[in-house]
Nanobody
Framework: QVQLLESGGGWVQAGGSLRLSCAAS????????MGWYRQAPGKQRELVAT??????????NYVDSVKGRFTISRDIAKNTVYLQMNSLKAEDTAVYYC???????????WGQGTQVTVSS
């Protein structure tokens, strides 16, 4: 029932920008923890950013390597989560995966992944 569909990946020059989108169905992006992970060839999948609802809105967290460059956000009306990626570096090259963690089922759901390639 839960589906996460990523889009927006592609090729960019170092220093450029890209915005990834994750359209969710079957679960609300406001009622679950949403996140972006990435995996480069030969490396372990790592958490990039998360967004979670709180009483006053939402709280976000980022891995140190992307702080100040990436921004995670959500559009409630579209039930979609975004990852705005600025000042991209070659080290950002990876397959990026959208993630939804359900507090009801204690289960992670994953998108199919979208390739981001940054040329130095």
């Amino acid at each position: 029932q839960v589906q996460l569909l990523e889009s927006g990946g592609g090729w960019v020059q170092a220093g450029g920008s890209l915005r990834l989108s994750c359209a969710a169905s079957g679960r609300s992006v406001t009622s679950n923890r949403m996140g972006w992970y990435r995996q480069a060839p030969g490396k372990q999948r790592e958490l990039v950013a998360t967004i979670n609802s709180i009483s006053s809105g939402a709280v976000t967290n980022y891995v140190d390597s992307v702080k100040g460059r990436f921004t995670i956000s959500r559009d409630i009306a579209k039930n979609t989560v975004y990852l705005q990626m600025n000042s991209l570096k070659a080290e950002d090259t990876a397959v990026y995966y959208c993630n939804l963690y359900s507090y009801v089922t204690s289960h992670d759901y994953w998108g199919q992944g979208t390739q981001v390639t940054v040329s130095s």
